[in-house]
């Protein structure tokens, strides 16, 4: 669903993004792991391979080193299926920013950004609807590939209009201009 009608090979603008850490179980800041690993942490977005970690403004970041190379998480969810909320952690804003993942283009680079942010807005209210409920149309191996997850638990007991929706209805100005 993330990736749907992706045209230029999924390449979104994270202008000087940050990069997403973690805070484990004795309040360590640790870096997420961009393969998984953690329950129901998804990472949505990475560096490349040739990202750099630079430090640019005290205070010195608690999980990464300044001159650490590889692939970064950018954009990352939590899912929290008791309480049916979506978590989104980003290092860039989705749009008006000075470069926000929205950007179409980016110094003559066709980009997916539009595309991208509006297809991870329905992502993440349709999976916000999906926690909860008994069945769901993703199995958990299809998770890992798509973001999505099989969720256990009780019917949802009505409407809920947590954060990712909030998030789409600011958005949807946006969208309708778009077209």
């Not at 045209?7 to 360590?28: R, T, W």
Request: net charge negative; glycine share 14%.
């Amino acid at each position: 669903m993330i990736t749907k009608d992706l045209a230029n090979g999924g390449k979104v603008l994270f202008h000087g993004p940050g990069v997403v850490a973690y805070y484990d179980e004795n309040g360590d800041w640790k870096p997420l792991p961009v393969g998984g690993g953690i329950e129901n942490i998804y990472v949505i977005v990475t560096s490349s391979k040739d990202g750099q970690i630079v430090e640019n403004t005290d205070p010195a970041a608690n999980a990464y080193t300044a001159g650490d190379t590889g692939q970064f998480p950018l954009m990352a969810v939590q899912l929290f299926p008791d309480m049916k909320n979506v978590l989104i952690v980003s290092g860039e804003t989705p749009y008006g920013g000075y470069e926000p993942m929205w950007a179409p283009e980016y110094h003559g680079v066709k980009l997916d950004g539009p595309q991208f942010v509006s297809n991870f807005i329905k992502w993440a209210v349709y999976v916000q609807g999906e926690l909860g409920k008994e069945t769901a149309s993703e199995t958990t191996s299809e998770a890992s590939e798509t973001g999505s997850e099989t969720t256990e638990g009780g019917e949802t007991g009505g409407t809920t209009c947590g954060p990712a929706a909030l998030v789409g209805l600011a958005l949807v100005p946006l969208l309708l201009r778009r077209k």
